[in-house]
């Protein structure tokens, strides 16, 4: 089955300890991104990639790091969370292709940061 | 700068009727707008896209249509039911491929 995997599905952290949220795609697509989405500001891109070892930011990348060593992989890393980055985030793939083309999402992983 | 936008307020309309959602945008050209479901606390799902030189397009109950001098789509649920309770958000990608929603309208049909 053609999907987007996140890991893990909720997770509640302290302040400062590092933590990395997976996200994996089995459809071989070029394209990856991470949002985060809030209450009464909907969905905003934190980094996207187009490609293994390409990467690129979005509109709220502070406090956040990424990779993508290989294609299908690209987890988001939290060096020192803090309590404004307790949201529900997700991650998409798609393959590239242009403007035209759907974004597939993962399930989301809910992070609370006390 | 480039905008996405829809109204804020949740839509409430009677199972049957004919919901019709908005979004407004600034700035995309070309423009590949797409729709998404999104239910509570689960990732968006991609419904449908129209292209900038097309009009309207159907999937099922599922009407999107494309005023490029307004720079504006419309988004019917015709024959609504309460299973299609949910929030809905358009998207457009940039010239740099980057993906943006706009805030999202929730739709609540009752029965």
């Known amino acids: 089955e053609a999907q987007v995997t996140q890991n893990p599905r909720y997770l509640i952290t302290v302040t400062g300890k590092k933590l990395t949220v997976t996200c994996s795609q089995n459809m071989n697509h070029e394209y990856m991104s991470w949002y985060r989405q809030d209450p009464g500001l909907g969905l905003r891109q934190i980094y996207y990639s187009m490609n293994v070892e390409v990467t690129d930011k979005g509109d709220v990348p502070e406090g956040y790091k990424v990779s993508r060593k290989e294609k299908r992989n690209f987890p988001l890393i939290l060096e020192s969370p803090s309590p404004n980055q307790t949201s529900l985030y997700f991650c998409?793939?798609?393959?590239?292709?242009?403007?035209?083309?759907?974004?597939?999402f993962g399930q989301g992983t809910r992070l609370t940061v006390v | 700068s480039q905008k996405i936008e829809q109204n804020s307020e949740a839509l409430n309309i009677q199972e049957g009727k004919t919901a019709t959602l908005t979004c407004n945008y600034t700035?995309?050209?070309?423009?590949?707008l797409q729709w998404y479901r999104q239910d509570p606390g689960r990732g968006p799902v991609f419904l449908l896209l129209i292209r900038e030189n097309e009009k309207e397009k159907r999937k099922e109950r599922l009407k999107v249509t494309f005023d490029t001098t307004l720079k504006q789509s419309l988004f019917h649920v015709t024959a609504s039911q309460p299973a299609d309770s949910a929030t809905y958000l358009c998207a457009l990608r940039n010239a740099g491929n980057m993906l943006t929603f706009g805030g999202g309208t929730r739709l609540m049909v009752k029965p």
């Open positions: 998409a793939s798609s393959p590239a292709g242009g403007m035209n083309t759907e974004a597939f």
């Open positions: 700035n995309y050209s070309p423009a590949y």
